[in-house]
């Protein structure tokens, strides 16, 4: 390995030798679906919370913790935050994609993308419980019904999340190799190294981004194994070593995927040529190898707490329960063992997935104004 890359040919057509002469209708319907998205969610999406999540014994939307600041729209900003990616974003890839069609990083772009299809899921996995104010899809919706609350907007902007902590590791780890040599480790294991450089990266990063959005009050983690947790117990407790470690299972093969060696080729590329994967479609049989492996990576972080609910493990609860318009999320019942006021739900999944083949326990919650969730608790 050398330590710089090669610089990639300007063009990368599926069909080598062969000029395009009509329109390309493969780019054109890919814009139009993707446009075609943002307005089904434009025109389905709501504030208003469904029976199935709403509690009906709460009118408006009080707050019994007070978050960052006594400002009461913070939910309005990431909202704004993530329409202007999405525009920013669609721009640059068009832009850099009729410049450099085939790029491997542009298609990692739409791959970290797309893979928020199964943001639900992973909504659902770690306890992930998203503010009911912000504007979401229906509830009642397949796959969306997933999420302990609600399925919003802002995770449009996966991508700067999952593949943003490649580009200072890439330009890290040129530095390093430049400076260090030919005979350096750097050199020598680029791919171990641009590794280690993302999981330090990508931890620190997730670690500051998402303390901040759970002080601000846009989602919590309503359970959490208590060691490794910061701020347990609490509104904002945050599950650090847990969450800030396994989101790296996704940036780590997102960066190495698009490494490119001394030859130009990225791993992605290099894997689906041995695959053989649409050999005539080389820039197809890249996204798709992309696709598979990012899916299953995602699908790892997802396993990786789906193994904590199992357990049992998480039995630290976020106190005051921050969201009196919604259900309390409560599938293990711990909340009301901790004296919450409920009601409950349990969402979707709640069965064997929690190692509970009989659904939600019958729990003993303790008396009136005990318990550290208890409305009486000066904590709760």
Same mark, same amino acid.
């Given at each position: 390995?050398? %330590?710089?890359?090669s ?13 395009r002469?009509?329109?390309?209708w ?27 999540v ?16 006594g400002?009461?729209?913070?939910q ?54 998203y ?36 580009f ?47 002080? %601000? ?48 080729k ?45 357990? =049992? ?27 919450? =006021? ?19 326990p019958?729990v ?12 009486e608790?000066?904590?709760?």
């Open positions: 390995m050398t %330590t710089r890359e610089t990639p040919s300007d063009t990368q057509a599926d069909s080598p030798g062969s000029a002469t009509g329109p390309n493969g780019r054109r319907i890919s814009l139009i679906a993707w446009l075609g998205f943002l307005g089904l969610f434009a025109a389905v999406a709501r504030t208003d919370l469904d029976p199935r709403a509690n009906p014994n709460v009118e408006g939307r009080p707050r019994p913790v007070g978050f960052l600041t400002f009461d729209h913070w309005v900003i990431p909202q704004v935050g993530a329409l202007i990616m999405v525009v920013v974003l669609t721009i640059v890839f068009i832009r850099g994609w009729r410049k450099n069609p085939g790029s491997p990083v542009l298609l990692m772009v739409l791959v970290t993308t797309l893979i928020v299809w199964q943001d639900p899921i992973m909504n659902w996995s770690p306890y992930a419980v503010n009911p104010m912000l504007l979401h899809w229906p509830e009642s919706w397949p796959l969306i019904m997933m999420s302990p609350t609600v399925e919003p907007w802002i995770v449009f902007g996966y991508v700067t999340f999952y593949f943003g902590p490649y200072p590791a890439i330009w890290i780890l040129r530095k390093m190799q430049a400076k260090r040599g030919p005979q350096a480790f750097v050199t020598r294991h680029p791919l171990i190294s641009l590794g280690a450089l993302v999981l330090v990266i990508g931890f620190i990063f997730d670690a500051i981004l998402e303390i901040s959005l759970v002080r %601000t009050g846009l989602y919590i983690y309503s359970q959490a194994i208590p060691f490794g947790t910061l701020f347990p117990g609490t509104t904002f407790q945050f599950p650090l070593i847990w969450e800030s470690l396994s989101v790296t299972f996704v940036m780590i093969p997102a960066a190495i995927l698009v490494y490119r060696d001394d030859t130009g990225s791993v992605a590329e290099k894997l689906a040529a041995k695959a053989k994967l649409f050999p005539t479609k080389p820039v197809l049989g890249t996204f798709l190898v992309m696709f598979a492996i990012i899916n299953v990576s995602y699908f790892a972080y997802g396993g990786w707490f789906w193994a904590i609910k199992a357990s =049992g493990l998480a039995t630290s609860v976020a106190c005051p329960w921050p969201y009196p318009e919604a259900k309390v999320f409560d599938p293990q019942g711990y909340y009301e063992k901790a004296g919450a =006021g409920g009601p409950f739900s349990v969402g979707k999944w709640s069965t064997w997935q929690y190692a509970l083949p009989n659904g939600r019958d003993s919650p303790p008396p009136p104004g005990q318990g550290a969730c208890a409305p608790n000066p904590h709760g």
